[in-house]
Structures are given as structure tokens and as C-alpha cells.
């Protein structure tokens, strides 16, 4: 799609787990995942821990170096047509920890206004536009600006995250887990605030998440993973009414919910995920899919379109023999 | 909103909104441990420089007479050593000699060894590694030993002393870098400074010395008393200073065959080098929590 703003092209990441040589071990935290996210939307990424998200997000905006596959901003590709420098301040993140992502011996007003500084906006204009920024995600640049990160709420605290990533002018924000470790309450204005501001600005958004219910809140699109892989992604309401992947109908089920009808009787998935040191071959989700059949341990699953921008990895959406 | 305008306007005209500094200065001068052990170190520094105007009577100008008067003796406050010259005169040039043998080397260390270890842990991988793999072949060697095969290799003189020792304390200081700088890069602020588009080195200007210089240089001034302590064992062996300069650590080795004789008269030197280091170590615990901004 050549109208995406930004997009995933066949990432791979795999982390060295020690050995040497033939006995060297891989973690394949992202095996080929690719996608693309439009101007204006916001894609939801969800899956369990451990599939691949954090590594994902570090991934897209350039934090760690993919071992395949690139990333293309506005179908150039980052690092090389786009220079990385130009990347950055289009492409912004927030942190899941507000306040390891913070200096701890910079004012709130100096860790927004330091992005600002690097592409040579003027100390005292930086320092303006962070003032501004402050009073735009809700705190009082006076009163807020001078304090240092131990001083403050956590919700204050993410905050001032955000302004820092909107100090770029950025067109994406990565939000990786951004409000997980938010207090419901917080958590409900933070999201408020992001997608305020998103409406203001036409911002788009990777939004990371465990949460399957924020994640439904606040997303247009949404892409589960699992073990790595892109396992499903599709339109929000699509994928959570009429989910087309065991793993999707999984998580979806054991989503909590305050209907007393729907309410979880059993767990829908059994155990872990198998170890991604020595992932299951073929279908990667065989070993705990209450639904599989003939081909899933033998060949992997590709993706097909199941509806409108929707696809799924799934040998039950291809293979004829499934119907029967 | 006009009110709150004028507040941004403040805000981006003013330098710095209360300093990290003034910060640091106000909590130190609440630490009466802290500020007495300064007292005395920045005493010791005055007495060094002013020793000509301080000191009783010529460090050098000695009589047998007077050859190991006891503490009090008339004309001679703390008595006179094996020569017959003033302790007291003695002592206060000896500032000169010791503080510069243990301050400079370390100073000196200091700065070499924190850009060695800062570069070192920020690069992370392999180069990491290397460097740090070949300043452990530095710690093959006991501190004294290496101190004296370079001191020795280079031949005698202050300056030389000075050299070796400097080479002995780069390794340890390097080190304490590392770790720090390593345990810092690791924390997401880095990361959010790193997806800022930032380069290395305004990376490492803005964000990380401010995090590690603090430790490594409580540690560094911890170095000074032992730097003291090895250019006097340098000295004694001829390789440092060489009498009859006055300086603590040689005069408490001249004074070694008095001990039986005037003992307090030859503990002076070592108490001068302990009052020394004590106040330097406190004045380094005092700086390191005032520097803690977690209080």
C-alpha cells in the first residue's frame, strides 16, 4: 500500500541466547512481521508477553537495528532514503515506565524541550514551545516545569512523556504499553488526552498494548501476535466480533468483561507459549490450538484475506478439508 | 490563559528554573559532617599555600642540638625531628608535597579514566569488551608494585611519581565508569534521548555525565588517601621524592628508627595523613547524597 505513512516490511529480530556456532541459540522475538498503518489511524498491536511487541515497537522507530527487512516512512525507507535524524522527529515513542523514560536530573521542562534543541530550534523557543506543551497535556508549566521526575505522579509523569514525544511535531507515536502501569482513573484521562490529541493534530498511532479492552477503545485497526508473528490483523470491530484466528478467539475469551453472561469459566488457553528459542514448526500456535487439524504442525500458515483489510494466518480460512 | 501565557514567557526567558546545582549546594550545607570535613580539607589546602607565611621557621634549617626535641619543647610546638628541624614547619610545607601527590594523580586519573569508562559503557559490545579486558591486565599487578615498576622504569623524580601513579589509578576509576555508564544506558531515558535523533556525544553530555560523574567521583576522592600513601612508599624507596624536601610520607619513614624513642614525634606525619584522608572521604560521602536527588 503505497498511501501508508508508515510501514513494516518483513522485520526480523533474532536475539543471540548464548552458544557458539552450530550450538548457537536464537530468540526469534520478530520473524518476518510486516504491515502498514495509514495516515490518521490508529493500528493496535496486542498479544501475551513475550510475543514480540516491545521488540516491534523498538524496531519500527529505529531504537534497535532490524537483522532483516526495513521500515518505510511515507514509502521511503528509514535509514537510508529518510535519514535517520529526519525519522526520528517524525516518528515519535512513549515509554511503558514513566519514569525510567526520564531524566532523573532534568527539569520537566528541559526533558520536553531537549528533542526540540537537537533538530536547532533556539534554547529560549524550545523552552517556550515546552512550556506550551506542558499546559496542552494538562500541566500548569509553572507550577510543573521546573520539578524533576521524583516529584510528580505517575500519571503527571506520562504526561510530560507525551508532550515530550508532541515536541517533535511528530506524524507517529509509538505508545508502547504507554498506560498499562496507569491506575484505571489515570489511565481513562491519558487516553482521553491521546485521543484529543490525536483528533487535534492528525496524528497516527501504534498503540501497544495487553489490554484487549483499551485496545478496543482506542484502535482503529488491530494486529495480534503470537511468538513473533503477525497471527491476525483487520479492522477493530471486524476482528473482535468475528475473530478469524484460534489464537484471536483465545485472547478474546479471556478478555474480562462486566456482563455477568460472558463471564470466563474456564481459561481459554493452556499454559505458555512454547519457548521462541525453539519455536513449534509449521503453524506456531499448533501446540495449544484447540483446533487443529492435518497441516499445522507440518506447513506454516501464510496470510490470507479473510474481509476487507483483514488477514489471518490460519489453515482454517484456506485449507478445504477444515470445513469438513 | 493570559496569566499562564506570562508564566511560559518566564519560564523560557529565565536561564535555568532553580539549578541542579543549587540543589546540591543547599543539601550539602545542611550536612554538618559534610561541611566540618571540608572545613578542615580546605584548611589543609590554605596551610599548603600559605606555608611560608604559616610556618614558624625554616623546614630545612636544622641543629643537632635539638635532634628529637619531644612535643612542646620551647621554640618547637611539636618538637624536631632526626635532623633537629621544626615538626611543625616541616608538617605545614609538607602539605605541599603530600596534597599534590595525592590530589593530582587522582585529578588526573579522574578525567582519563571516566572518558575511558564512559565511552567504553556506552558503546556497549565488543568494544566494550576489549577495552575493558585490557585494563584488567592492570589489576595482574598488586597497585604498589605497579606503582613502583613504572616509578622505577621511569627513573626518580616527582614528576615521574606522579606518571605512575596516575597510570595506577586509571584502571579502577575506568572501571567504576563502566559499570555506572553501563547500569545508566540501559534505562529508557536513554532510549526516549536516542529516539530523539540526538548524536552520541549530546547523548552522553545531556543525559549521562550528570547520572555517573557523581559515583565515580566519590569513588576518585577515595583514592586520594591511598595515592598519598603510595607516593610515600615511592618516596621511601628513592623513586619520589627524595629528602630533605619535607613530605608526610617520607618524613614518617625517616622517623621509623625514632618510634622507640619519640613515638608520638613520629606518629605526626601519619596523623597529618589521616586527618587528611578522612576529611577528603567525608567530604566525598557528603557530596555523593547531597548530589542524590532521590532524598
Known amino acids: 500500500m503505497s498511501d501508508a505513512i508508515l510501514s513494516a516490511h518483513n522485520l526480523v529480530k533474532h536475539f543471540n541466547a548464548g552458544g557458539w556456532g552450530a550450538a548457537r541459540k536464537v530468540v526469534r522475538a520478530v520473524d518476518d512481521v510486516s504491515f502498514d498503518v495509514a495516515p490518521g489511524e490508529t493500528l493496535g498491536v496486542v498479544g501475551e508477553s513475550g510475543c514480540g511487541k516491545s521488540t516491534t515497537a523498538r524496531l519500527l522507530t ?8 526495513e521500515v518505510r516512512f511515507r514509502g521511503r525507507v528509514a535509514g537510508t532514503e529518510v535519514p535517520l535524524k529526519e525519522f526520528r522527529r517524525h516518528v515519535q515513542m512513549v515509554f511503558q515506565d514513566s519514569y525510567a523514560s526520564l531524566n532523573p536530573r532534568m527539569t520537566m521542562l528541559d526533558a520536553v524541550a531537549f528533542g526540540p534543541t537537537v533538530h536547532g530550534v533556539d534554547q529560549p523557543e524550545a523552552r517556550r514551545r515546552a512550556g506550551a506543551l506542558l499546559e496542552r497535556v494538562g500541566l500548569d508549566p509553572a507550577r510543573f516545569g521546573p520539578r524533576y521526575p521524583h516529584e510528580i505522579s505517575g500519571g503527571q509523569r506520562q504526561r510530560v512523556n507525551i508532550a515530550r514525544a508532541l515536541a517533535f511535531d511528530p506524524d507517529v507515536i509509538v505508545l508502547d504499553e504507554a498506560v498499562s502501569a496507569l491506575d484505571k482513573s489515570v489511565e481513562a484521562q491519558v487516553l482521553n488526552l491521546l485521543t484529543e490529541l490525536r483528533r487535534e493534530r492528525g496524528l497516527t498511532y501504534i498503540f501497544i498494548s495487553h489490554d484487549l479492552n483499551v485496545v478496543r ?15 491476525e490483523i483487520g479492522p477493530t470491530a471486524d476482528l473482535y466480533t468475528a475473530p478469524r484466528h484460534p489464537y484471536t478467539e483465545a485472547l478474546l475469551a479471556a478478555m474480562p468483561s462486566l456482563d455477568p453472561d460472558r463471564r470466563t469459566m474456564e481459561a481459554p488457553l493452556q499454559g505458555d507459549p512454547p519457548n521462541p528459542i525453539d519455536p513449534p514448526p509449521g503453524c506456531r500456535f499448533h501446540t495449544r490450538c484447540a483446533r487443529a487439524f492435518g497441516p499445522c504442525p507440518g506447513t506454516a500458515p501464510v496470510p490470507a484475506l479473510v474481509g476487507r483489510r483483514h488477514l489471518a494466518s490460519c489453515h482454517l480460512n484456506t485449507v478445504k478439508e477444515a470445513a469438513e | 490563559m493570559a496569566v499562564a501565557q506570562t508564566d511560559i514567557e518566564t519560564l523560557a526567558t529565565a536561564d535555568k528554573p532553580r539549578g541542579y546545582w543549587s540543589g546540591v549546594g543547599r543539601r550539602f550545607l545542611k550536612d554538618k559532617v559534610a561541611v566540618a570535613a571540608g572545613c578542615v580539607a580546605g584548611g589543609l589546602i590554605l596551610m599548603a599555600i600559605f606555608a611560608p607565611w604559616v610556618a614558624p621557621q625554616d623546614p630545612f634549617d636544622g641543629t643537632m642540638i ?34 599534590f601527590m595525592g590530589v593530582t594523580p587522582v585529578l588526573i586519573a579522574f578525567v582519563i579514566g571516566s572518558a575511558i569508562g564512559i565511552a ?18 592492570f589489576y595482574a599487578f598488586p597497585s604498589v608494585l605497579l606503582a613502583i615498576a613504572i616509578s622505577g622504569a621511569l627513573g626518580a623524580g616527582i614528576l615521574n611519581g606522579l606518571l605512575s601513579l596516575t597510570v595506577v589509578f586509571i584502571p579502577p576509576i575506568a572501571r567504576v565508569a563502566e559499570s555506572v555508564t553501563t547500569a545508566v544506558r ?3 531515558y536513554i532510549e526516549a534521548a536516542r529516539a530523539s535523533g540526538a548524536s552520541a556525544f549530546t547523548i552522553v553530555r545531556a543525559h549521562v555525565l550528570g547520572n555517573v560523574l557523581g559515583p565515580i567521583f566519590v569513588y576518585a576522592t577515595s583514592l586520594i588517601s591511598v595515592s598519598m600513601i603510595l607516593a610515600a612508599g615511592l618516596s621511601f624507596l628513592g623513586l619520589g621524592v627524595s629528602p630533605p624536601n619535607p613530605e608526610w610520607g617520607l618524613m614518617l619513614n625517616t622517623l621509623r628508627n625514632a618510634i622507640y624513642v619519640q613515638p608520638w614525634l613520629a606518629a605526626l606525619p601519619g596523623v597529618m595523613i589521616f586527618l587528611t584522608s578522612i576529611s577528603f572521604n567525608m567530604l566525598s560521602d557528603g557530596l555523593r547524597s547531597a548530589m542524590d536527588i532521590k532524598q
Do not use: F
Open chain 2, 66 to 99: 635539638r635532634r628529637l626535641s619531644p612535643i612542646g619543647t620551647e621554640g618547637y610546638p611539636l618538637g624536631a625531628d632526626e635532623l633537629g628541624r621544626d615538626m611543625l614547619s616541616r608538617l605545614i610545607y609538607g602539605a605541599r608535597l603530600s596534597l
Open chain 1, 217 to 231: 477503545h482506542i484502535s482503529d485497526r488491530v494486529m495480534v501476535m503470537y511468538l513473533g508473528e503477525v497471527v
Open chain 1, 62 to 69: 529505529h531504537l534497535l537495528p532490524s537483522d532483516r527487512g
Open chain 2, 120 to 137: 567504553a559503557g556506552y558503546a556497549g559490545g565488543w568494544v566494550n569488551s576489549i577495552t575493558m579486558r585490557v585494563l584488567d591486565v
Open chain 2, 186 to 188: 540501559k534505562l529508557e
